[in-house]
């Protein structure tokens, strides 16, 4: 089988073989509303999160899985075969990627599509999935074609498990209710819905679709990336009857999938005309590539107004939109990219919710909940503001919203605020307690704390240094005493910085104080005291973090969490959830920070063209990556140890956001 993107051809054989190969590589189709199309290249379920339409009840949060996927059967002179194919737990059944000759995907933000083709007994089927952006819906078309005169036949059943993504579904007696209406058939699970509205036309003038209404749930669907996560692994699966065509030499059928929420219920899906895919270009450079990756994670919130503004998903299957990786996010994937306007309606969207100095961390996925247990999540709003306004100009809106937003984080964490975070004496930033995870590092199972990192986190309070430093140049102009405070602000903070965090025996910077306690393990956390803007480190210091870092972290793929050489160190990223946490920051490689750690590079070597090379070198393993797990992406993270398996999402916000920002600015005169 051969598997074509955007850029490149890769030949992969086909047969069993090769199939783990293919297992291994996830596409993904996104609608801009936090709805998604996703499976493997071969189109075998692996997660409980793959399906050809995942609707936002709630956009982008409150997801549904409405359809799982659809089971083609060809008929060719009365012989029938099966082109789907789906895993259980002793078998694969059918085995209709054995048929299967060729894959490709285009990750057009506007129309993105994939497209799979089979050929078996002197027929070829070809299938292209298109998600519409900006609506709830999936088209699936085929196009069969026979030999001359000979009857053809196709048959299309599709599966519709109705269920909040995050679950199964379990087949029970009786059935999910299914209407016809005009030309479409309706499946409703619950009295509340959602409601799926499916279709079937000919394209091509021939045999109108019928459909045959027979309700029945296939059992035992099992997933194989879910069994190896220690959860649940097998679902049930309901297919309410079936579509059917027939024909001589060729046949054409759009089939339609439309979610329907509230009072969409009841309204009848509006026709829509056959799309015409982009033509697949044949080469683009790399920041196009990323440019596309980066739109995948661009999304609507609605607002009560009937109006919508921009934010960003954190990753794809499973995350909504969290404050830390949208705020570290946004330099990447909408400054770097030019989307100026989308830009600041994150950045709008995160300040209507400020509260306390604190921006969410995240949105609940379902409600209308906040959850503030965040550190850093208003400190990289305050770094993502002033970046905005510088990149675009836009100096209004800093005027206007942002600068008092700004205001407000810096006097809540000088007084002190909710979380226990506060300033101290010494100027440094303390949070949490025992019980907490406020920065990035966050595992938690159990009610245990795998990386318990309250008091004073060495990234905090860099960021802290850096925030106070950016206020003083905000507020030179419009207010000199204010200009002044922060400035007396950072001075401290800088002092106290390098007295209290550096580790004069090891030449590198401790990664927690608490009290008099000083965490020694060696982490990444400490490249943000080189990379950021204002540095609280002297140069020979940012040299000697710089050093440990690529000695003991730096791998083709990001940055480890933590050293090779400690003894909680964990290379790999695998078991029950427990055991994941428990990884999670012990040793993973998180790919996000290769931003970090380019910057620091760059700028310790005075952004010299020999560095920018040597960076721009570095790079590579994770350019190559866009054509490996998550097809045009880049995942959450990797093993710490090698070969570093990808691991985690398959397309993560701030992987794909630092990638653009590290590669850009390898390019930069």
Known sequence: MRTDSVTQATALASGPADLDACLSREWLLTNGRGGYASSTVVGIPTRKYHGLLVAAARPPLQRWMLLSAVVEKVGVSGRQHDMASFRFERTIHPRGYEYQTHFAYHNDPTTPWVRFVYEHDGVRLIKEVIMR?????????????????????????????????????????????????????????????????????????????????????????????????????????????????????????????????????????????????????????????????????????????????????????????????????????????????????????????????????????????????????????????????????????????????????????ARGTRFNIRMEPDGLITCGDSNTQLTWMDAKCNEVVFTPRHGKPVEINALWHHDLCLMARRTDATDPAAAARYREMARRVRESFQTVFWNEKGEYLYDVVRDDW????????????????????????????????????????????????????????????????????????????????????LRVHDFADDAKQRMRELLQPLIAHLDEAGLGSVSEIFDGQPPHKPRGCIAQAWSVAELIRAWMMTERG
């Open 133 to 413: 952006h900006g609506h709830d819906e999936v088209l699936v078309r085929y196009r069969l074609d026979g030999p001359p005169g000979e009857p053809l036949s196709l048959e299309l059943h599709p599966l519709t498990p109705m269920r909040d993504y995050h679950s199964v579904t379990r087949a029970f007696p009786g059935s999910y209710r299914v209407s016809e209406i005009q030309e479409f058939v309706t499946v409703d699970a619950y009295a509340d819905g959602p409601r799926l509205w499916m279709s079937a036309e000919r394209l091509d003038g021939g045999q109108a679709v019928s459909f045959t209404r027979q309700s029945d749930w296939w059992y035992g669907f099992y997933y194989q990336e879910e069994a190896s996560r220690g959860v649940e692994c097998t679902e049930d699966l309901f297919v309410p009857g079936w579509f059917r065509t027939q024909g001589r030499g060729s046949i054409e059928v759009m089939f339609r999938a439309v979610a329907g929420f509230g009072e969409q219920m009841k309204t009848v899906p509006e026709s829509v005309e056959p799309i015409e895919l982009a033509p697949r270009p044949t080469a683009q450079s790399v920041p196009e590539r990323l440019a596309q990756a980066a739109a995948a994670f661009v999304v609507s919130r609605p607002r009560e107004t009937d109006t919508a503004l921009t934010t960003i998903l954190a990753g794809y299957p499973w995350f909504g939109d969290w404050g830390r990786d949208t705020f570290i996010s946004l330099p990447g994937l909408l400054l770097e990219t030019g989307r100026f306007a989308e830009a600041r309606q994150v950045l709008e969207v995160f300040a209507s919710a400020e509260k306390d100095g604190l921006i969410p961390n995240r949105f609940s996925d379902y409600g209308d909940g906040r959850d503030y247990n965040s550190a850093d999540a208003a400190l990289w709003f305050v770094h993502a503001a002033d970046a905005y306004c510088r990149q675009s100009g836009d100096e209004a809106a800093w005027a206007e919203i942002l600068g008092s937003v700004c205001a407000r984080i810096i006097e809540a964490y």
């Open 518 to 601: 000083r965490d020694l393990a060696i982490r990444p956390n400490q490249i943000m005291a080189v990379s950021l803007p204002d540095s609280p480190l002297d140069p020979d210091r940012q040299r000697a973090v710089l050093r440990i870092v690529e000695r003991e972290l730096l791998t083709p793929y990001g940055l480890r969490s933590l050293s090779p050489q400690h003894p909680s160190f964990c290379g790999r990223y695998e078991g029950t959830p427990y055991e994941r946490d428990s990884a999670y920051h012990q040793g993973t490689v998180w790919a996000w920070l290769i931003g970090s750690y380019v910057e620091a590079y």
